[in-house]
């Protein structure tokens, strides 16, 4: 059997640049693809984690201490210090200073049971950081929680994707807006 091989002057194969032309054509594209599934396997475990900030921090809150006989969790302080300790999960996270109670119209969902979407000005101006909202009895100058009173933590957060460029034409400058809010009846006799 005769086999014929054909090569070009120099000795080169022609299917040789052929093949590294289709390598470079197809290599963005392929590199879209994998970091497109990159942010997305990140953006849902954002979203988990800030779902647990909050559920966490609202059960804590609600808890009921039966030696002293007092909700003694239902406080600003100690509901914060339960999202920090929970941001360790989203260690790129900036954990701000709760903006409510205190703050006339700053409790997100006042009245209308969560109500998002949320207003603009709730939401942080700097990538990678959270907004704590903690809400007691649904109003925004109560600064801590009675048995039987709802207490509502949320937790708003601005998630950077790697490549924010595929994500542009979605808005936000390429950000996504994540969203965890839990709600808890303060436990007592």
Known sequence: MLVVVLRRANGRCPARGQSLVEFALFLPLFALIVLGAADL??????NVAITNM???????GAYFDPSTGTPQFANNS?????????????SST???EPIAPGTAGACPGSGAHHAPPYASSLWPTTVNTANV????????????SSPGQPIRVTVLYRFEPMAPIIWKFLGNN????????????????
């Open 41 to 46: 396997a990140r953006l849902f475990y954002y």
């Open 54 to 60: 909050a559920r966490e921090a609202a059960r804590h």
């Open 78 to 90: 100690s509901i914060l210090a339960v999202v920090r300790a929970e941001d360790m999960y989203v």
């Open 94 to 96: 900036t954990v701000a």
């Open 133 to 144: 909202y903690i809400c007691f009895d649904d109003g925004d100058t109560n600064t801590n």
């Open 174 to 189: 390429g950000d996504f807006l994540l969203t965890g809010t839990a709600e808890f009846t303060t436990e007592g006799l």
